[in-house]
């Protein structure tokens, strides 16, 4: 990251005795910033509260925080903002401290959108299980090594992978190592439900919505290795990259499916500028 606030003041460092850094408790946030705005702000902040209260942290997305927001990405027109929330200091020892005092960070990191990828893009199953925990699905919290060690598994790959999936211990493919998944089968698609494991991506949302208002049939639905083999397409999302249609998967080649232009088509009226042509 180029900068960081903490706490609304600049610095580049927390305390040792935070519970983010000693246990990963907490929850982060990652924002595209395009045109020196925070894109979908109120739907990430709507996701951070409501995980801050499954969690049982405090929390308020008000307007000094979202003033702090775009005050801080207002001079650069592209780039990613990373909001993160942890419990705050504590002392040794898993019990939450009383009171709970969160920490929270904004860092910002200047880059240019990626651009659609029209040939698609070539992706890899993961070695690395991702687990089921109702109790943690669907939120971004801060306990990433599944996906650090999803992620390192082609660190040298010389194929340029861009992406890989991952699996859950009953064979189901879940998601990708940052992104949901999209699988096409005639006129549906599927993505996989996210109640015992997964990230309720923003992207993601937003394609469900997108699809229900153009009548595409979308459901969530458990997907295998066998349907994603036999899929007429396949796509992936997040907030940063929109949608990404896979060209190729561990050798098997895929077209890119008129339903990707679709729903893009849809995006961008929603202003999500990558998604266009």
């Known amino acids: 990251?180029?900068?960081?606030?903490?706490?609304?003041?600049?610095?580049?460092?927390?305390?040792?005795?935070?519970?983010?850094?000693?246990?990963?408790?907490g929850l982060f946030e990652t924002l595209a910033v395009r045109a020196g705005q925070c894109r979908f702000m109120e739907l990430h902040l709507s996701r951070l509260a409501a995980s801050c209260v499954r969690l049982g942290i405090p929390f308020t997305a008000n307007d000094n925080l979202r003033a702090e927001m775009a005050e801080f990405v207002s001079g650069?027109?592209?780039?990613?903002?990373?909001?993160?929330?942890?419990?705050?200091?504590?002392?040794?020892?898993?019990?939450?401290?009383?009171?709970?005092?969160?920490?929270r960070l904004l860092g910002f990191s200047a880059s240019l959108p990626q651009t659609f990828p029209e040939?698609?893009?070539?992706?890899?199953?993961?070695?690395?299980?991702i687990g089921r925990n109702p109790l943690l699905a669907g939120m971004k919290t801060l306990n990433r090594l599944e996906q650090v060690m999803a992620r390192a598994e082609w660190a040298n790959d010389a194929g340029c992978n861009e992406e890989g999936l991952m699996l859950n211990d009953?064979?189901?493919?879940?998601?990708?190592?940052?992104?949901?998944?999209?699988?096409?089968?005639?006129?549906?698609?599927?993505t996989p439900p996210l109640d015992e494991s997964g990230v309720a991506g923003i992207m993601r949302s937003q394609v469900i919505k997108v699809a229900g208002e153009m009548h595409i049939?979308?459901?969530?639905?458990?997907?295998?290795k066998t349907d994603v083999l036999t899929a007429d397409g396949v796509f992936l999302s997040n907030s940063l990259i929109g949608?990404?249609?896979?060209?190729?998967?561990?050798?098997?080649?895929?077209?890119?499916?008129?339903?990707?232009?679709?729903?893009?088509?849809?995006l961008a009226m929603l202003g999500v500028q990558e998604c266009q042509r």
């Not at 049939?217 to 295998?224: F, N, Q």
């Open 1 to 25: 990251m180029d900068r960081w606030l903490i706490n609304g003041v600049k610095a580049e460092s927390i305390s040792a005795d935070d519970r983010g850094l000693a246990y990963g408790d």
């Open 119 to 129: 040939a698609g893009v070539r992706i890899r199953y993961c070695r690395t299980l």
């Open 243 to 266: 949608l990404w249609p896979v060209s190729e998967l561990d050798g098997q080649r895929y077209a890119i499916h008129p339903l990707i232009d679709r729903i893009r088509s849809g």
């Open 170 to 190: 009953r064979d189901e493919v879940v998601c990708g190592t940052m992104t949901n998944l999209f699988v096409i089968r005639g006129d549906t698609v599927l």
């Open 217 to 224: 049939k979308l459901r969530e639905a458990s997907v295998s």
């Open 76 to 103: 650069d027109a592209y780039g990613t903002l990373k909001l993160i929330l942890t419990r705050g200091q504590g002392p040794r020892g898993y019990a939450p401290p009383v009171p709970v005092q969160p920490t």
